[in-house]
């Protein structure tokens, strides 16, 4: 199993970003979705999360600003990020879900600064 996590980088405040997750190994329509992100000196929580069927959830601080979206043709689960702020500086994780078993990518890092 392997997700690969992309689209991090430097933005300015109230600027946007795309991250995307790929997956192989898996069934991924089969699977919850999420995406989560650690701040230094901070626990990881979870942003968005999609399920196979669709519905979604997202963390308070992120509501009206992100969207996560699947493609299950292309095993792919997404992250738009818009009006970001410097308190979205983090790792942000890809994370597969289904009954018992858990699977992380790699991280990309995202930093929101002038």
């Known amino acids: 199993v392997q997700l690969q996590a992309s689209g991090g980088g430097l933005v300015q405040p109230g600027g946007s970003l795309r991250l995307s997750c790929v997956a192989s190994?898996?069934?991924?329509?089969?699977?919850?979705m999420a995406w989560y992100r650690q701040a230094p000196g901070k626990q990881r929580e979870l942003v968005a999360a999609?399920?196979?069927?669709?519905?979604?959830n997202y963390v308070d601080s992120v509501k009206g600003r992100f969207t996560i979206s699947r493609d299950n043709a292309k095993n792919t689960v997404d992250l738009q990020m818009n009006s970001l702020k410097p308190d979205d500086t983090a790792v942000y994780y890809c994370?597969?879900?289904?009954?018992?078993?858990?699977?992380w990518g790699q991280g990309t890092q995202v930093t929101v600064s002038s």
């Open positions: 999609i399920t196979s069927a669709g519905s979604t």
């Open positions: 190994g898996i069934i991924f329509r089969s699977h919850e």
């Open positions: 994370k597969a879900v289904r009954y018992e078993y858990a699977y």
